[in-house]
């Protein structure tokens, strides 16, 4: 056995908690989990059925902590896990999986299969079975503090120009700020809009907030790729930060994966709770509507709908919020069938995105996107995760639909009533 | 003589656009930050962007052709940005708002275009470590009274 499959076993085997165990021992073979993966609904392929995903985890299981498997590896009537099955697996683990969750919620048995995708990841990533992109973007999030290597005068010169050019404030390192903003890499790249928009509602709303230097990146690779060390390191960042300034809450930004990270693995990830409350930026815009914070003007006239991110929405629960909010905004608002706690995913959640192997099968898989947007005749497309909203442009264009894309905060902010405007108009 | 000197005013005079006008005033943004897109496609479908008799097949035709060169040369999720290629991906983004039907764009096509194209100067600035490049939005103030002027 080499020395990295041995690492891999070893990490398979600190895999299998108590929820693993009694998942693999009360799978009933039912295959619904298949119905429920657009990895098998657009392909049709088996192998794409979910638990099949998690074959070396449940064969370690097998061999290792049930009487009959240990009996059957002891007279030699197993096959141990290979280095070759897990290089096989790999596709599998990480290009036809984004943990979005659909196939826990139909599973009759309860089994969260989405978890135990990420514990399979850990086994994955030890054994060097990790996609060369999430390896890339796990390394400079470690060494850099942000996967696509955004350093903090990148983001200060963000910053700065929009206090110039908008005359808006952008306050960094306000210790005793209510509110503590995290960022994703792909806000600050690709939709730095995303900064300004916070900016204006919480100068509308007079909301305290601020923006660590130390700590404003909100994804975690290390959630993605598999490797809870990683994963740990970064959150204890944002915790040290957050505990610095002494802020009441820290706002996950529109990305999916990272308020999962932060709001829900982060205490279990570094061993205790935190002493301020994790909330994502719809949950703070929806509390500011409620209070009548939050004053807009005007209604967008095309038909909207909004594309639930799995992460926030099915694995976060944040789902009556954006509605509230595209409500103001919106004069045309349907939702697509199976929105919601339901909602199929964008197909490049959970590191596929970052994974360039996986774009052929992420654009084919795309289509069951298609099928729920034509169903409504969509004139415009709403999201609060900007890997999501960059992935449905990508796949909008794929199949030649011409359906604007646009985020949740930035659309709110474009209806402000500002300075010297009236109420609702 | 139409004066611009601060983003209130730069907006309600945007507002005020029809939608041809918008559109036309939205392609003078990209142009004056066109060189910091190096992919051929953006300069041509911004000079359709520009015309003000131009038929909606083509404007439709141009629009995909923005759209397919931002999808082509975003940053990637997880890959190592470059600062280059996102100000050339801020002009395609300019471009896409310049030929959006007006309805369909968040504050009108003419504001989004702004917009983008002032991001693409920041990533010009954060490439050049020059801070000093003049503030776009008062290069926009002028472009926008020139054309109200003209």
């Given at each position: ?37 657009l ?59 984004t943990m979005c969750g659909r196939c826990s919620m ?8 989405a ?141 999916g994966h990272?308020y999962m ?46 594309h639930d991110p799995c992460q926030i929405a099915r694995r976060g629960?944040v ?21 919601g706690k339901m909602n199929w995913c964008c197909g490049a959640g959970g ?32 999201t609060?995760c900007?890997n999501c ?37 | ?150």
């Amino acid at each position: 056995m080499s020395a990295s499959l041995e690492r891999g076993i070893h990490a398979f085997k600190e895999a299998i908690d108590g929820p693993v165990a009694s998942f693999f021992s009360s799978c009933v073979h039912c295959g619904l989990c298949a119905h429920a993966c657009l990895f098998y609904t657009e392909t049709g392929d088996p192998k794409y059925t979910p638990i099949h995903k998690l074959e070396p985890l449940r064969r370690v299981w097998k061999q290792e902590y049930t009487f009959w498997g240990r009996y059957a590896r002891a007279f030699g009537l197993s096959k141990p896990v290979t280095d070759e099955e897990l290089g096989e697996w790999e596709t599998l683990v990480y290009d036809s999986c984004t943990m979005c969750g659909r196939c826990s919620m139909v599973c009759p048995v309860g089994n969260d299969i989405a978890y135990m995708i990420r514990r399979t990841r850990e086994g994955m990533a030890a054994a060097g079975h990790a996609p060369e992109g999430l390896i890339g973007a796990s390394r400079r999030a470690v060494t850099i503090g942000s996967p696509m290597g955004v350093k903090l005068p990148a983001l200060e010169a963000q910053i700065r120009h929009l206090e110039q050019e908008a005359g808006l404030t952008i306050p960094v390192d306000l210790e005793g700020a209510d509110y503590m903003c995290l960022l994703s890499s792909m806000e600050i790249m690709n939709f730095p809009e995303y900064i300004g928009a916070i900016a204006r509602i919480f100068k509308q709303a007079n909301v305290s907030w601020t923006i660590s230097s130390e700590a404003f990146e909100a994804t975690n690779s290390g959630i993605q790729i598999g490797v809870s060390e990683i994963a740990a390191e970064l959150v204890q960042r944002v915790v040290d930060a957050a505990e610095k300034l002494q802020v009441k809450a820290v706002i996950s930004p529109e990305c999916g994966h990272a308020y999962m990270a932060i709001r829900w693995e982060g205490p279990n990830l570094i061993g205790k709770p935190f002493s301020f409350q994790v909330m994502h930026i719809m949950e703070v815009l929806d509390q500011l509507r409620e209070e009548g914070r939050l004053k807009t003007t005007g209604k967008e006239k095309q038909r909207l709908t909004y594309h639930d991110p799995c992460q926030i929405a099915r694995r976060g629960g944040v789902l009556e919020q954006p509605r509230n909010l595209l409500n103001i905004v919106a004069e045309d608002f349907v939702e697509m069938p199976e929105a919601g706690k339901m909602n199929w995913c964008c197909g490049a959640g959970g590191g596929v995105s970052a994974n360039e192997r996986a774009d052929e099968l992420r654009l084919r898989v795309f289509n069951r996107k298609k099928s729920q947007l034509d169903a409504v005749r969509a004139e415009g497309l709403v999201t609060a995760c900007s890997n999501c909203r960059i992935y449905l442009e990508e796949g909008l264009e794929e199949y030649h639909m011409d359906i604007p894309v646009t985020g949740l905060t930035e659309t709110i902010a474009e209806h402000l009533v500002e300075e010297g405007e009236g109420g609702e108009r | 003589m139409t004066q611009i000197s601060n983003e209130a005013e730069f907006r309600h005079a945007l507002a005020g656009l029809d939608a041809d006008r918008q559109r036309a005033v939205a392609a003078l943004f990209v142009k004056h930050v066109l060189p910091l897109c190096d992919d051929e496609r953006i300069a041509p479908v911004t000079d359709v962007a520009a015309r003000e008799d131009v038929p909606e097949d083509k404007l439709a035709e141009a629009l995909r052709t923005a759209r397919t060169t931002t999808t082509d040369c975003h940053a990637r999720c997880g890959a190592a940005g470059d600062w280059s290629a996102q100000a050339g991906y801020f002009v395609a983004r300019a471009a896409v708002a310049a030929l959006t039907p007006a309805g369909q764009m968040p504050g009108g096509p003419a504001w989004q275009a702004a917009m983008a194209s002032r991001m693409a100067k920041t990533c010009e600035a954060i490439v050049t470590g020059d801070d000093s490049l003049g503030r776009e939005s008062e290069e926009q103030y002028r472009i926008l009274v020139d054309f109200l002027n003209s």
